[in-house]
């Protein structure tokens, strides 16, 4: 398939260890965000990067949490010294627009992050 | 305020049923705007995009007013698969940021 992959689909953590989340976004495409969503709740942004460059950060809720794209391509999240706020869903998506308008996301399934 | 607001609903109409859901956003400078479906615990899938001229998809029609700054989702005639949330999102700034609204939860009854 050519669509956004995550890995892995579960994650079970225990409170103070440190998780990596990937994102394959679809290939060429320019534009990946990393959201949040807790149940019940919109996905809430995160991160976004243009190619390598992380652009817009302002959504990571502490400096527990880190995103890469180093090659422009892959990216991961990294969540250090989980926490039991941080369960939820882990929304990967990409665009091929870099500031055209009416590009959609493509989201990958997403990462469920269940810190006990 | 939040960025984009939804009425979380949830919406629960017979079979048949025509129903609407609107969507407001802050940021008048928003530039392209989308419906996205959302299933339990599956991530969003693009239902449609919004045009200034308003469109439409089989049962789905899309309107934007950007005088108002909404936009709105119309389902004619439900049905049960249409069962699910609605993702409001806006894209906005020069690199095109995502924005949500919470969704607006939909279940259709028999």
């Known amino acids: 398939g050519a669509g956004v992959s995550q890995s892995p689909r579960y994650k079970v953590a225990k409170r103070g260890q440190d998780v990596a989340l990937r994102c394959d976004p679809i290939?060429?495409?320019?534009?990946l965000f990393w959201y949040q969503q807790a149940l019940g709740q919109g996905p809430e942004f995160l991160t976004y990067f243009q190619n390598e460059a992380q652009l817009d950060k302002s959504g990571l809720p502490s400096d527990r949490f880190f995103a890469e794209r180093p090659e422009g391509s892959v990216s991961t999240l990294k969540i250090q010294r989980t926490q039991q706020e941080d369960s939820a869903v882990y929304l990967c998506?990409?665009?091929?627009?870099?500031?055209?308008?009416?590009?959609?996301?493509?989201f990958g399934n997403g990462t469920r992050l269940t810190v006990t | 305020r939040k960025e984009v607001e939804q009425d979380p609903g949830p919406f629960n109409v017979p079979e048949g049923a025509t129903v609407a859901f609107n969507c407001t956003y802050s940021n008048s400078a928003s530039q392209s705007f989308f419906w996205y479906r959302q299933d339990c615990r599956k991530e969003p899938k693009l239902l449609m995009s919004?045009?200034?001229s308003g469109n439409e998809d089989g049962r789905f029609t899309a309107q934007l007013n950007r005088a108002s700054q909404y936009i709105s989702l119309l389902i004619r005639d439900s049905k049960l698969s249409d069962s699910a949330t609605y993702l409001c999102v806006v894209r906005s700034g020069g690199y095109q940021k995502v924005t949500f609204g919470t969704g607006t939860k939909l279940q259709v009854i028999p």
């Open positions: 290939s060429g495409h320019v534009s």
């Open positions: 919004v045009y200034s």
């Open positions: 998506a990409s665009s091929s627009s870099r500031t055209g308008c009416n590009s959609p996301l493509h």
